[in-house]
């Protein structure tokens, strides 16, 4: 099985702060994502990339960066903390890009930011 | 652009009693089409998926999901719901190779299920 690992489970952060959430898959998938989730709002796209160094916006990039110098892992970077970014954040992988296999997701970060 | 609806933000059933929770979805071409289910404070797991072939797709712990193309619907049923059931589903959907390139997916809100004992 796919194993995505998300390093924190929960994280609490100073307004201001530079704050690193990790993602480590062990399946060598071409396709990363990263997703935050808030109640009633479902599950919105931040960033993804498709290959080392190669990087796509999503819905809601803004406040928001990302890093992957190496296939397995896909780095979530938020420059400067702010109390709205409060949120769940879920990491997913896809193996290529017509896989039939769908998505795998790791078990989130619950990052607050006070 | 992709989109998916959940028009319920909340479902209660009786155990025992059929579930059937609902989702509409757009797509420019032939949709990819997920369920996926969350407990709290955990991450999403796959409950099934529908690509191509039967309508009706048999996924984890006794769900099923019809896909209507003419209704553009993909609802996830369950002939006797569980208490266990209880949590938050979403919906999701990609476009497919015929016409898009998007590798994303895009998500429904989420629809809360409650099975009541």
């Known amino acids: 099985d796919v194993k995505v690992t998300q390093s924190s489970r929960y994280l609490v952060k100073r307004t201001g702060e530079k704050v690193f959430l990790e993602c480590v898959q062990d399946m060598d998938h071409e396709n990363m994502f990263w997703y935050r989730q808030d109640p009633g709002l479902g599950l919105r796209l931040i960033y993804f990339s498709y290959d080392v160094k190669m990087k796509e916006k999503g819905d809601i990039p803004e406040g928001y960066s990302v890093s992957r110098e190496k296939k397995e892992r896909f780095s979530l970077i938020l420059e400067s903390a702010s109390t709205n970014q409060t949120s769940m954040y879920l990491c997913?992988?896809?193996?290529?890009?017509?896989?039939?296999?769908?998505?795998?997701f790791g078990s989130g970060t619950r990052l607050t930011v006070v | 652009a992709q989109s998916v609806a959940q028009p319920e933000d909340q479902v209660n059933v009786a155990e025992g009693n059929p579930l059937t929770v609902k989702c509409t979805y757009s797509v420019s071409g032939n949709p990819y089409l997920f369920w996926y289910v969350q407990y709290p404070n955990r991450g999403l797991q796959f409950l099934l998926k529908?690509?191509?072939?039967?309508?009706l797709v048999k996924g984890s712990y006794g769900f099923e999901a019809e896909f209507n193309k003419s209704q553009t619907s993909f609802h996830l049923k369950k002939p006797s719901a569980l208490v266990s059931d209880s949590a938050l589903y979403f919906c999701a959907v990609r476009d497919g190779p015929s016409s898009g390139s998007a590798r994303q997916l895009t998500f429904g809100s989420g629809t809360q299920l409650t099975v009541l004992p």
């Open positions: 529908y690509i191509t072939g039967d309508n």
């Open positions: 997913a992988t896809l193996a290529y890009k017509w896989s039939n296999y769908g998505y795998t």
